[in-house]
């Protein structure tokens, strides 16, 4: 259920009742229903029957490690190469209007660093992730 005072966080309650305290508990967060993070499982070591678990991320990727810098494009030789920090389900999206609410994923852009196109007409560019 999303908080009160952020709604891109959620909270819930789960009961485990096949671990033990002392045993150690992985879990994996879902998005919608369908989009499963990538990576191995978080784990928490179960310390007593009725605990609160220390807040935990989608992708292990805190606000405060999204600090991706300046998003930088260069351009030589009829090409632009776009550039900036890269994190894990952070992609750049492209649009042909600034305004627009339609942007587009550029395929295989997520976790990289930059990427390099033709330059065939004007385009805005943006990083799009959680």
Do not use: C
């Not at 928490?44 to 029957?49: E, I, M, V």
């Amino acid at each position: 259920m999303p908080s009160a005072t952020d709604t891109n966080v959620y909270f819930g309650t789960t009961h485990d009742k096949t671990d033990a305290p002392g045993n150690p508990v992985g879990y994996k967060f879902v998005v919608n229903g369908g989009n499963w993070e990538g990576g191995d499982n978080h784990l928490f070591t179960l310390t007593n029957s009725a605990q609160t678990v220390a807040t935990s991320y989608f992708n292990r990727v805190a606000p405060s490690d999204a600090d991706i810098g300046l998003l930088v494009a260069s351009s030589s030789a009829g090409k632009v190469t776009v550039s900036w920090s890269g994190v894990l389900g952070l992609r750049l999206q492209t649009s042909t209007d600034l305004g627009s609410s339609v942007w587009q994923d550029i395929p295989n852009s997520d976790g990289q660093t930059s990427m390099t196109f033709n330059i065939a007409a004007h385009a805005f560019f943006r990083l799009f992730g959680p």
